[in-house]
C-alpha cells in the first residue's frame, strides 16, 4: 500500500524564524508526483508547492521550500522569515497518476503554530 | 472567479435520513474527486469521475454515491447516512490526470 508518514503532530516555531516539517512516503512507482498542502482555520485546502519526481531540483515558492530526497523517500517542507499567518496544518500528498489515476494519498498532518 | 463550490457547507441530520451534497467548478475541469477528512488520518478518497458519466470508486466508497451528469457537477449522495459518516468532505477538480486538484471549502457533516 502507498503511504505518507508525517512524524511531527505538532510544532511551533517564533515569528520570522525557520522551521521544517518533515514527511516520508512508500511508493514502489518511478513516476510520481508530491504536494504540499496548507489547512488553516478556515478549513481551506491550499497548495503550497508541488514538485515532480522526475525533476532533481527542488522546488521553490517564496518562503516555502523542499528538500526532496528520492531515494529516501523524503519531501521536507522549509518555511523561511515565518509569519503568523503561516499558522496551519500541512499536509503533505502524493500521487501516481498512471496507475492509481487522480487520487492523492494524504499524510496525517503536522499542525504549525507561529508564536510572535 | 474560478473556484470549487460546495453545498450545504455544514450539516447535522440523523442516522438514515437520505442527503446529498453537491459540488460544482467553473474551470472546464475533467477531473473530480471527493475526500473524507477525519482526525489523524488526513484526507481519503471516495470516489472520483476522469468525465461525464465515468465515475470509479476511491479508498472508502462504502455507504456513498456519486453521479457526473453534467461537467462541472458532482454530486455526493448519502442514502441511509449513519455516525461514522460524520466527517469534514472535500470536493477538488483538476483540469488533467498529472495536474493540480484544487479543493472546494469543505461541508462539515454530523450525522446524529
Known amino acids: 500500500a502507498q503511504t505518507v508518514t508525517q512524524s511531527q503532530p505538532e510544532m511551533s516555531v517564533q515569528e520570522a524564524e525557520t522551521v521544517t516539517l518533515s514527511c516520508t512516503y512508500d511508493?514502489?512507482?518511478?513516476?510520481?508526483?508530491l504536494f504540499w498542502y496548507k489547512q488553516p482555520p478556515s478549513r481551506q485546502m491550499i497548495l503550497v508547492i508541488r514538485?515532480?519526481?522526475?525533476?532533481?531540483q527542488n522546488a521553490t515558492e517564496n518562503r516555502f521550500s523542499v528538500n526532496f530526497q528520492k531515494a529516501a523517500k523524503s519531501f521536507s517542507l522549509k518555511i523561511s522569515d515565518s509569519q503568523l499567518g503561516d499558522t496551519a496544518m500541512y499536509f503533505c500528498a502524493f500521487m501516481t497518476p498512471y496507475v492509481e489515476g487522480n487520487k492523492l494519498v494524504f499524510g496525517a498532518g503536522t499542525i504549525l503554530r507561529v508564536k510572535s | 472567479e474560478a473556484q470549487v463550490t460546495q453545498n450545504p457547507r455544514y450539516l447535522i441530520t440523523v442516522t438514515g435520513k437520505k442527503l446529498t451534497v453537491t459540488c460544482s467548478q467553473n474551470?472546464?475541469?475533467?477531473?473530480m474527486s471527493w475526500y473524507r477528512q477525519d482526525p489523524g488520518l488526513g484526507l481519503r478518497q471516495i470516489y472520483y469521475?476522469?468525465?461525464?458519466?465515468?465515475?470509479d470508486k476511491g479508498d472508502v466508497p462504502e455507504g456513498y454515491k456519486v453521479s457526473r451528469k453534467e461537467k462541472r457537477n458532482f454530486p455526493l449522495i448519502l442514502e441511509s447516512p449513519s455516525p461514522n459518516q460524520t466527517s469534514l468532505y472535500f470536493c477538488?477538480?483538476?483540469?488533467?490526470?498529472?495536474?493540480?486538484?484544487?479543493f472546494g471549502p469543505g461541508t462539515r457533516l454530523l450525522v446524529l
Open positions: 474551470m472546464n475541469h475533467e477531473y
Open positions: 514538485q515532480e519526481a522526475y525533476k532533481q
Open positions: 477538488a477538480s483538476s483540469p488533467g490526470l498529472q495536474e493540480t486538484q484544487y
Open positions: 511508493t514502489s512507482e518511478n513516476n510520481y508526483y
Open positions: 469521475s476522469m468525465n461525464v458519466e465515468v465515475t
